[in-house]
T-cell receptor, first 115, second 114 residues
Framework: GAVVSQHPSWVICKSGTSVKIECRSLDFQATTMFWYRQFPKQSLMLMATSNEGSKATYEQGVEKDKFLINHASLTLSTLTVTSAHPEDSSFYIC???????????FGSGTRLTVV | AQTVTQSQPEMSVQEAETVTLSCTYDTSENNYYLFWYKQPPSRQMILVIRQEAYKQQNATENRFSVNFQKAAKSFSLKISDSQLGDTAMYFCAFGADSNYQLIWGAGTKLIIKP
């Protein structure tokens, strides 16, 4: 149980285009979703926290207008990278806290390459 | 603010050996949780083991066990009878009971050699 499905697994897009990444909680309701960015050989860097029905909370230094996060329902949170540039190329991971007993459930990640 | 420190960027051991990964943290919270996550080459994050701070007994999951020293704010992971499939990045994480955000260590790359 406690599965978060993340799509796409990888995407290549041209500079200037937008890319949407979806995370769906399949067997539980995710009121909160964390969005991370991970550079090669580095730890997870929290970008923002989305809560169902309210605006996302962004970490310092993360551009709100570039990384649009929407949490429209209890089972779906999306991250849209707008006007993508090569420096946005990275690995993006979503994670939902289920409860303390089970820890956190992670999506499988999205590898974004902007050319 | 909470911090998590993993001081071993990379470790390498022979298959079947025992290895210990270190993690220290700093917090003023009384109630919190500690986690070890594994990230294999597939990059899927996998929960290895978790520890509730109020529990004195060290958590154990098959070949994985922790040495939780609350006063020293230390949370090391011991892997016994290491296997090739244990090769991965290992991240230590802290979660305060007051919120769900996790604080992550920098990670330790563990290589199990045949």
């Amino acid at each position: 149980g406690a599965v978060v499905s993340q799509h796409p697994s990888w995407v290549i897009c041209k500079s200037g285009t937008s890319v949407k990444i979806e995370c769906r909680s399949l067997d539980f309701q995710a009121t909160t979703m964390f969005w991370y960015r991970q550079f090669p050989k580095q730890s997870l860097m929290l970008m923002a926290t989305s809560n169902e029905g309210s605006k996302a909370t962004y970490e310092q230094g993360v551009e709100k207008d570039k990384f649009l996060i929407n949490h429209a329902s209890l089972t779906l949170s999306t991250l849209t990278v707008t006007s993508a540039h090569p420096e946005d190329s990275s690995f993006y991971i979503c994670s939902a806290p289920r409860d303390r007993a089970y820890g956190y459930t992670f999506g499988s990640g999205t590898r974004l390459t902007v050319v | 603010a909470q911090t998590v420190t993993q001081s071993q960027p990379e470790m390498s051991v022979q298959e079947a050996e025992t290895v210990t990964l270190s993690c220290t943290y700093d917090t003023s919270e009384n109630n919190y949780y500690l986690f070890w996550y594994k990230q294999p080459p597939s990059r899927q994050m996998i929960l290895v083991i978790r520890q509730e701070a109020y529990k004195q007994q060290n958590a154990t999951e098959n070949r994985f066990s922790v040495n939780f020293q609350k006063a020293a704010k230390s949370f090391s992971l011991k892997i016994s009878d290491s296997q090739l499939g244990d090769t991965a990045m290992y991240f230590c994480a802290f979660g305060a009971d007051s919120n769900y955000q996790l604080i992550w260590g920098a990670g330790t790359k563990l290589i199990i050699k045949p």
